[in-house]
């Protein structure tokens, strides 16, 4: 039994989410959620902890007897999966045992056990343009037997430039297999061309497993993340973390001129949503520019509201783009960008190095198969027609959230950005990372991602996201309200 004094205070909260599974003997996860557990959360007055925990327990066991061959998976993976799956954040999810998957197609997917899901997690991104859309799984399929790894670029590589700079407004590209890479790469270009160590970053982020963004602040003081694993180097050094919508503490952190870069999203979308204040990113913009550092961002998930994303969508013009997750389709793929001004200061900061390894790509990055799921996808499936079907539809879905949450009149709130929307367990959406992760409960977020999951709708397992695709239709999104209707009817029911 994990005992939640074990939980170093600053981060208790993100510690619940994952330390509540114990893992048996048999390859299931039995979730145990102690009343110490419960009782240490603030819940709104409507909502008993001791239902809640009633209602997860019922859920769990209506889970498991569902869910039979997945169950089965479940016992014969084990032995050979650290925690029973391929990726340990597998079993981070709310349900008892993990869910194997059979099929997914379009905006939902079917487990082994036969039951079909709405699905508005959508691979936490790597989906969102729906679920091997029909343009990506051709092009693979003609790649297929065409060669799938070189090391040379592939005659796809001009057009997929083209796409690109035409997409996102910036002249120069390369390419990465995952965001984590891209942000990795472009930090050290950053800084590599300025001759600068330090970064920026604000609080809450997530850019991947990029380990100078993975610090938290405590106390106003930088720490490593409490829950980094195997951490050797201090993550602190040379990363500055100030608030998200603080433009003086920004400038503060910029002003000695020891910046490379900051790197942000146009929303940070990680710890629940902080959407930016008006005027924020245009003064990141202005104050990085003002001290010479370098912005990157991070559009991953906030491609989510428009084609060329949040940042272009603002008007916003930053020396470095990536993107990852979706941009391929859901193949591992991710790409940055760059203005030209950058690229010349990139060219002689190589030229200038002795030859040898840059710290920059991987064998498998551009190969042949990822970048004929590139060129399909940027030039088919991420249309502004994709985008026109996603964004009213999203709409619909955060309206639907809200009225629910009306009805049972608790002291929560709503934010979208584009097709992505979440609810948050805060009276207000919060202005920062603090004030998200104080809305962070635990319990009363596995309670409704499970009822959700028995009936049928899949949303995102970290906090509450939905993510909405061009082949998502109004019968999925009144499913998933009704459904969330009936949950918050129960939970608040005494
Ligand atoms: C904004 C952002 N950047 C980068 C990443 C890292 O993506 P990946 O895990 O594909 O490397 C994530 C992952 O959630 C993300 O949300």
Known sequence: MVNIDDCPASSRATWLCRKQATFLADGIYNFTITASIAESIQMPAAIIAATLQDIHRREGAAFLAAHQRSRALAAETAPHFLYGVPLHWMHDWATPAPLFVREASGASFTCVDGHVYADFCLGDTGAMFGHSPAPVARAIAAQAARGLTTMLPSADAAEV????????????????????????????????????????????????????????????????????LGQAHDVSQFTRVVDFNDLAALEAALADCQVACVITEPALTNIGMVLPEAGFLEGVRRLTQKYGSLLLIDETHTISSGPGGAARALGIQPDLLVIGKPIAGGLPCAVYGFTAALAERMLRARNAAPSGHSGIGTTLTANAMTMAALRANLAEVMTPAAYARMLPLAETLADGLRAAIARFSLPWSVTQIGARAEFQFSARPPRNGREAEAGFNP???????????????????????????????????????????????EITRR
């Open 161 to 228: 430039g083209r796409l690109l700079a035409e997409k996102f407004a910036l002249p120069f590209w390369q390419l990465a297999t995952t965001a984590s890479d891209a942000n990795r790469y472009a930090l050290r270009w950053a800084r590599a061309v300025t001759g600068r160590r330090h970064i920026v970053v604000f609080d809450g982020c997530y850019h991947g497993t990029v380990d100078d963004t993975l610090v938290d602040l405590v106390d106003g003081v930088v720490q490593a993340r409490a829950s980094l």
């Open 443 to 489: 319990l009363l977020e596995r309670v409704i991602h499970l009822y959700l999951l028995n009936r049928g709708v899949m949303i995102t397992p970290f906090h509450n996201m939905t993510l909405v695709c061009p082949e998502t239709g109004i019968e999925a999104v009144n499913l998933l309200l009704r459904v969330f209707e009936e949950c918050l009817e």
